[in-house]
């Protein structure tokens, strides 16, 4: 696990920076370094610390996992969450106690690892939950027992993987991002290693950046960490989370971002990138306009709110803190109230996974645009985004030929209830399974 020894990777571990020193003494013995994640910066990292020469032979290979199935889910409650993470389960491994393979849930703190750990084994599950808090001897015994194959699901912080060999792992599940494109891989490579396929599947929620947020900026004791540390921190998360938005084959991009050229898939067919239409929803022009507009709605709550208090103002909505900021007299006000504000909120965190709105955390995060942001809002930059979808299909519009959304104008809230909303949902589910049984778009 060479990354280890980078303080710029994504698992950093002090301990690994005594192993050039003990290379030195040695005297001229023979190195091999390896891991299986290592970016081109992390690996000249590697090559310093441990004392060998910049041009030391390096074979970057075996990147490529094309059996496994990436997708990734947007969820806006935690009820819809455990839907997903129910159907994925019983599709992966057909019922508790039917001996299909096992799963490995990764959870983004120990509260939530203990709670999802509970609510799976009162379904019937097989499980345990695994964190740096529990007593040294039970983590030992429950590595022992998912190993050993007495565990069908284990739910876990990222405390747990390192050294884990299971052939089985049939469904690899983050409840929230981690903090890097480097430990994602890591973690789904934990999935699907006896060569069969295995899914992954990744959810984000309009509370990751917060969360995120506050993990990077203190360390284990709570103490606060340096603003550089945080910095990059910061930067290797937003890398994940452009990953995740989407638009090229998610295993292409991963190889790309590893500089694994060779390996391309140009188009796995198995990810739900390549499963689904890429048709954008909107145009160039379109895309610039709204981003614009979006911007200019945090310029005008800038430092001040956070990205709630930004959609309210772009909604034109009704709140107490735009009325004391006088914000609901400024012309922004209103000027994306056709859009829902479930789907605002997401346009914003893209705004900052570009780089264009900084995200600043503590118990009250506020939103702020960057000086590329100011450059995007004056045409100085260009506006290339890639948009939120919707639940629903976009429509082309026969009298123009131009593509508008086919929300009306509160897509989510108004328009579906509950039931037809999970009626949508399973559908939808039924018809990506369906088209990846015969490899073909969902939309053939």
Not at 71 to 91: A, F, G, P, Q, Y
Not at 290 to 316: N, S, Y
Not at 352 to 363: I, L
Not at 375 to 388: C, D, G, N, S, T
Request: glycine fraction near 8%; include cysteine.
């Amino acid at each position: 696990e060479a990354h280890c020894i980078s303080e710029w990777g994504h698992d950093f571990r002090p301990e690994y920076m005594q192993i050039g020193a003990v290379i030195k003494q040695l005297n001229g013995v023979r190195v091999l370094a390896c891991t299986a994640t290592a970016t081109p910066v992390v690996r000249d990292e590697i090559l310093e610390r441990l004392g060998l020469p910049p041009d030391t032979p390096q074979q970057i290979r075996g990147f490529a996992r094309p059996n496994l199935g990436l997708r990734v889910i947007e969820t806006r409650s935690r009820r819809e969450r455990n839907s997903h993470v129910d159907e994925l389960l019983v599709e992966s491994l057909t019922a508790p106690g039917q001996g299909k393979g096992t799963a490995i849930i990764y959870a983004p703190t120990r509260r939530s690892t203990e709670e999802e750990a509970n609510r799976l084994a009162e379904k019937g599950w097989e499980t345990v939950g695994y964190h740096a808090g529990m007593d040294g001897g039970l983590r030992e015994q429950v590595q022992s027992a998912f190993a050993a194959g007495e565990i069908e699901v284990i739910v876990a912080t990222n405390a747990f993987g390192m050294g884990i060999d299971r052939a089985d792992v049939r469904a690899l599940i983050h409840l929230a991002p981690p903090g890097s494109v480097e430990a994602y891989y890591q973690e789904v490579g934990r999935a699907g290693r006896d060569g069969e396929p295995a899914t992954c599947l990744l959810f984000l929620s309009p509370g990751d950046m917060a969360l995120r947020r506050r993990l990077i900026e203190s360390d284990s004791e709570g103490e606060a960490l340096p603003e550089e540390n945080v910095r990059h921190k910061w930067g290797l998360f937003l890398e994940l989370m452009q990953w995740a938005e989407g638009g090229d084959c998610r295993h292409d991009a991963i190889l790309r971002y590893f500089g694994d050229e060779d390996e391309t898939l140009h188009g796995c067919k198995r990810c739900d990138v390549c499963l689904e239409s890429a048709e954008p929803a909107f145009d160039p022009d379109e895309t610039a306009v709204i981003a614009r507009k979006a911007l200019c709605g945090v310029a005008r709550v800038h430092g001040r709110f956070g990205i709630q208090a930004a959609v309210k103002l772009l909604r034109g909505a009704e709140d107490e803190r735009l009325k004391f900021a006088h914000l609901h007299q400024t012309p922004t006000f209103g000027t994306l109230k056709t859009y829902p504000e479930e789907w605002l909120t997401r346009l914003i965190l893209r705004c900052v996974t570009a780089g264009w709105v900084d995200f600043q955390g503590g118990d009250r995060p506020v939103v702020a645009v960057t000086e590329v942001g100011r450059a995007v809002i004056f045409e100085k930059r260009p506006a290339q985004l890639r948009l939120p979808s919707f639940r629903r299909k976009v429509v082309q519009e026969r009298t123009t030929g131009r593509r508008k959304p086919s929300y009306s104008p509160a897509l989510p809230e108004k328009e579906f209830d509950r039931l037809a909303n999970e009626i949508f949902e399973s559908l939808r589910t039924f018809r990506i399974e369906t088209a990846r049984a015969e490899s073909v778009p969902p939309y053939v």
